[in-house]
């Protein structure tokens, strides 16, 4: 049993942000049925490279979902997204603002079809305040909240900004938004009523920075406070070992500091000691020392390394499936662990529209006559099975 398996979601997601909060959704169970107009979304051939037809992400970010098309731009289309919302508990779209009203689509409409619909509007800026038109992207929401200049001044204060990897800009606020839906699930199964759920990328990443408070508090940026008082970090730091690999050495406790020295045969140690024997040894060399001797410490793994990490390995991190274009692709599974109700990740990524009749026949009782005249009105489309 999945802990959300009562849970009907319909996602009007695209890019990042919008498929990773409605995967969560997905992996714990929700019934998630993402909507894509009839040419597909724009997240499935967003880059060069493409694997049974779709990007790398959009098989990383859209597990365990069912694919639904319907042009919301005819009328055809939006009768049947109103029909879907009245047997519906979440609808999450990341439009820019005023999209879905633009479509006849806003939270107004859908509430009087149905008051007990959670809708989350996942967007840059939210959906008021002076920049709420603005178009965004992970490394907008990034730079602005702080996060861009602080990751260059971890290299460099008088250096260039440096961007985070990975999109944290789009695959935090996701996190938030999901937790936020859970949270007005319990709402609405206490009192009935649904809500709207307003999440700005940018809020989301202001509330994931803890410079910020280091600043209120100190009026200092975090590179300045960390000068000043230099020693209320212990040692640590990324080091070069002798064959050419990382390790991110981390001896902040006082035990681990203790340790550290031990391990070092050193009475008193400072970072430079620790770069100038790290500086002798392989990377494994090293991370085996100070493993056996307690002192926090990783390998700087590139991604080849960590899908063949036995630890990852021996927690079901990562799982095949059979994708009916790509084959068999290995994907990361949901990697928290419940002992009633786990998260599961079934399902490869959706072709476009390969579950439009199972929908519409299955929820709405639509006939395979009904679903032809669909068909070759334009509001919905499928692609062919290989
Ligand atoms: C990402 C973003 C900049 C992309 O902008 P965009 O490509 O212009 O997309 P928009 O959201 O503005 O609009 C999507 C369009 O597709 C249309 N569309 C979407 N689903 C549709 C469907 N099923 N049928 C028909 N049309 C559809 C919308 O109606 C809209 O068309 P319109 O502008 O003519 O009204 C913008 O969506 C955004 O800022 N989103 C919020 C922040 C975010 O999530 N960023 C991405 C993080 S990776």
């Not at 840059?124 to 992970?138: D, L, V």
């Not at 990975?166 to 949270?183: E, N, R």
């Not at 681990?256 to 140690?269: H, Q, V």
């Not at 579950?355 to 709405?364: F, K, Q, S």
């Amino acid at each position: 049993m999945g802990i959300l398996d009562d849970i009907r979601v319909l996602d009007l997601t695209h890019v990042w942000f919008g498929p990773f909060c409605t995967m969560m959704l997905a992996d714990l169970g929700a019934e998630v049925i993402r909507i894509e107009p009839p040419w597909g979304a724009i997240d499935r051939v967003a880059e060069g490279a493409l694997f049974g037809g779709v990007t790398y992400t959009f098989h990383h970010l859209n597990l365990n979902k069912k694919d639904l098309t319907l042009n919301l731009k005819s009328p055809e289309g939006v009768a049947i997204f109103k029909e879907l919302v009245k047997i519906s508990d979440v609808v999450v779209q990341n439009f820019s603002p005023g999209t879905m009203e633009r479509l006849g689509l806003g939270y107004e409409v859908l509430r009087e079809l149905n008051p007990s619909i959670i809708y989350a509007a996942l967007s840059g800026f939210g959906q008021y305040g002076p920049y709420m038109k603005r178009g965004s992207y992970a490394m907008i929401a990034e730079a602005m909240s702080g996060h861009t200049r602080l990751t260059g001044d971890g290299v460099d204060p008088n250096g260039p900004p440096i961007e985070m990897a990975q999109a944290y800009g789009d695959l935090g606020p996701a996190l938030f938004a999901a937790m936020s839906i859970i949270a007005a699930i319990r709402y609405r199964d206490k009192t009935g009523k649904g809500q709207m759920i307003d999440v700005s990328q940018l809020d989301c990443m202001v509330a994931l920075n803890t410079g910020i408070t280091c600043y209120t508090l100190s009026g200092m940026k975090p590179w300045e406070l960390r000068n000043k008082y230099p020693a209320t970090r212990g040692v640590g730091g990324l080091m070069r070992t002798k064959d050419g690999g990382w390790i991110r050495l981390a001896a902040f406790s006082p035990s681990s500091i203790d340790n550290l020295k031990r391990c070092l045969g050193a009475e008193e140690i400072s970072k430079e000691d620790v770069e100038r024997r790290v500086a002798e040894m392989t990377r494994d060399e090293a991370v085996e020392l100070f493993v056996k001797a307690d002192v926090p410490v990783a390998p700087v793994y590139h991604v080849d390394e960590v899908v063949k990490d036995p630890h990852l390995i021996a927690r079901g991190m990562f799982i095949e499936l059979e994708h009916p274009k790509a084959g068999r692709v290995k994907v990361p599974n949901f990697p928290v662990k419940f002992s009633e109700t786990p998260g599961r990740v079934v399902t490869a990524a959706p072709l476009l529209g390969q579950h439009n009749r199972e929908i519409l026949m299955g929820l709405l009782g639509y006939t395979e006559e009904k679903i032809r005249e669909l068909e070759l009105a334009g509001v919905i489309a499928s692609e062919p099975m290989p």
